[in-house]
């Protein structure tokens, strides 16, 4: 079919989600703009990035097209490949109410790309809801979603729930997967039928008073801190305290998950690893317990090892959770959002 019978919908007309912000430069920008200045340089480029925000509307299209444009002309990195670092990944709502997969976008040659959604071929005829995720490591600067002539697109009203905040490094990020809806976080999101919102900055995440100040500006249901990953033991020791306190203070009551050092799975064979672990570890740690022993919280402690299995297979590169990593770590950090997000009082 000739893309000129096809009807385009800017994406911000339908219900984008995945932002704690509405008041940012580019429409699938993580931070505002008074963050500019506040957070070093490199953080601010990577907030930039669309990792975790979601378009989300229903249509009875039998066919669904995508066009957008980039900001950068690296469309991989050595952790992120083409289609998570730069593509769009497409899930449905079943007939069951689950999320379920339906296509990735493969024709990826440069900053300004369009093709199918759905290139596996021709969908089921019915009205169905669609969740679009945005690349992982490539900041979009346009998204439209397009649909053949004559047939219904339309938004979907935002959930009304606090979302789950998650601050981290490239692991929050989904560096290492392959599709941007393979990130334990998306993952977690489809599981719950929840808003997640990934702030995830790759290769940073060192506790920044400024971000945590950021953070604060979010009315969440709770936070997730797995920030540790790229912070030595001392660092942790001057900053998870100060970070967390400031948090705490500015949202009583709403519950903080730290995630402690995933295990690096040649540690066992590599000693200066298992140190590395270990030393983040024993100080996030201690910080822990000086912020129970003060009163601070509510906070809940996830160990770091097993995050990632016990047999070597959940990484791409010895650091980064592939799609088994992934699908692990959301295994693990499941049970606890499940039971954080009930309401308080529940009996179960």
């Not at 990020?173 to 599981?191: C, I, K, N, Y």
């Not at 003060?294 to 995050?307: F, H, I, Q, S, T």
Request: proline share 7%; net charge negative.
């Amino acid at each position: 079919m000739n893309t000129n019978e096809w009807t385009w919908i800017d994406a911000r007309e339908l219900c984008v989600e995945g932002r704690g912000w509405q008041d940012t430069d580019s429409p699938f920008d993580r931070f505002p703009p008074r963050a500019k200045g506040r957070v070093p340089e490199v953080v601010w480029d990577l907030s930039r990035m669309a990792a975790g925000v979601t378009v989300r509307f229903e249509s009875d299209a039998l066919e669904l097209r995508a066009r957008w444009e980039l900001a950068s002309d690296t469309l991989h990195s050595v952790h992120s490949p083409l289609l998570a670092c730069s593509g769009l990944d497409l899930y449905a709502r079943s007939d069951s109410g689950a999320w379920r997969w339906v296509g990735v976008t493969r024709e990826l040659t440069g900053r300004q790309c369009e093709c199918l959604l759905n290139p596996g071929g021709t969908l089921r005829p019915g009205t169905h809801e669609f969740l679009v995720y945005l690349p992982l490591g490539n900041p979009v600067q346009k998204l439209e979603i397009g649909v053949p002539e004559g047939a219904m697109i339309r938004t979907l009203s935002a959930r009304t729930e606090k979302p789950v905040v998650c601050y981290g490094t490239s692991i929050c990020h989904g560096m290492g997967v392959s599709r941007p809806g393979m990130t334990h976080l998306a993952q977690l999101g489809r599981r719950l039928d929840y808003p997640i919102i990934n702030l995830g900055v790759s290769g940073n995440a060192k506790m920044e008073l400024a971000v945590a100040e950021l953070l604060a500006e979010l009315d969440a249901a709770l936070f997730i801190i797995d920030a540790i990953p790229n912070m030595e033991p001392q660092l942790v020791t001057e900053r998870a305290e100060p970070f967390l306190r400031h948090l705490a203070a500015a949202r009583p009551g709403v519950p903080i998950l730290l995630v402690e050092d995933r295990t690096y799975p040649a540690g066992w064979l590599i000693p200066a690893q298992a140190t590395q672990n270990g030393g983040r570890r024993e100080a996030f740690r201690q910080a822990y317990g000086r912020l129970l022993a003060d009163g601070v919280g509510p906070l809940r402690y996830l160990a770091g090892e097993g995050l990632l299995g016990i047999d070597a297979d959940g990484t791409n590169d010895g650091s980064h959770p592939n799609d088994l990593g992934a699908h692990r770590m959301a295994n693990a950090l499941e049970p606890i959002l499940r039971d954080l997000l009930k309401p308080r009082g529940e009996v179960t």
